[in-house]
């Protein structure tokens, strides 16, 4: 038996087999879960569904555009077509262009500060918009998010403001949507190397700090965050809301960047 048998999830986001939202999938089917997936354009249509008829055969993959609201609900009414309501749903999505990842946060564009919030925050309204109403039993929402949401992260910065725009969503949704059953989280990955993150100017030096001073003494994996999200998506979590869970290994505990001090024999 697995702890998601009978449960029926959307992941959004799957760029590739190295993506967060792709070991997210992968832990998910592992205990039982029903997928379907999306994609944005052509080269991303054919990435995905090579994935996963070669490791969730039979999933279903849909056209999404979270920038877009008309997308997004054409996207959930392909999915009433494969099913009569979904439980839960993974959101892994973020854009920001890559000259407002450089150079100082004071310079960011208006356009792309607009962009970076409407992709990377109003996306999870307008996805949970539309996935609530298909959970008349109650479901969960997770997104993903970042250290760079609470503290200043360099070479983060619109996307640190953007994921601190989606943790305040997802605890005004969480309150919104509680007395229906519907829970609605965060998970706050460490840095790990993605086709996303190498965006992010410097990615090594954040990968080896974190590293050398998280208390666990490595970096999070995929796999890590993947058995978390199953937890969060699980009735193991049935108490959960409003939340933001660290799976970081430790690092967010800290109050310093340097090397930690060897603790004696």
């Not at 760029?15 to 997210?24: E, Q």
């Not at 760079?148 to 996307?159: C, D, L, Q, S, T």
């Not at 305040?168 to 993150?197: F, H, K, M, Q």
């Amino acid at each position: 038996m697995g702890l998601l048998d009978g449960k029926r999830g959307v992941i959004l986001g799957v760029a590739n087999d190295k993506s967060i939202a792709w070991a997210c999938a992968k832990a998910c089917a592992a205990e039982g879960a029903s997928l379907v997936f999306n994609y944005l354009g052509e080269p991303l249509e054919r990435r995905v569904r090579a994935l996963v008829d070669k490791e969730i055969p039979g999933s279903p993959v849909f056209p999404c555009d979270a920038s877009d609201d008309a997308s997004i609900e054409a996207f959930f009414k392909s999915v009433d077509g494969v099913w009569d309501g979904i439980d839960f749903v993974v959101h892994s999505l973020a854009f920001a262009k890559r000259e407002d990842l450089k150079g100082r946060f004071v310079d960011t564009s208006r356009a792309g500060f607009a962009l970076a919030l409407d992709v990377s925050a109003y996306s999870l309204v307008a996805v949970t918009r539309e996935a609530a109403a298909r959970m008349p039993q109650g479901g969960a929402v997770v997104a993903m998010t970042y250290y760079g949401a609470e503290k200043v992260i360099p070479h983060y910065n619109v996307m640190g403001v953007a994921k601190a725009a989606l943790e305040a969503s997802a605890r005004y949704l969480a309150a919104d949507l509680g007395p229906e059953g519907v829970r609605v989280n965060c998970v706050s990955a460490g840095p790990i190397r993605t086709l996303s993150s190498s965006a992010i100017a410097d990615i090594k030096t954040m990968l080896d700090t974190a590293q050398r001073v998280a208390p666990l003494r490595r970096n999070t994996t995929q796999d890590d965050v993947g058995r978390s999200m199953v937890y969060l998506v699980s009735d193991l979590s049935a108490g959960v809301t409003g939340e933001v869970l660290h799976v970081d290994c430790g690092y967010n505990v800290l109050g310093l960047f340097g090397q930690l001090p060897e603790q004696p024999e």
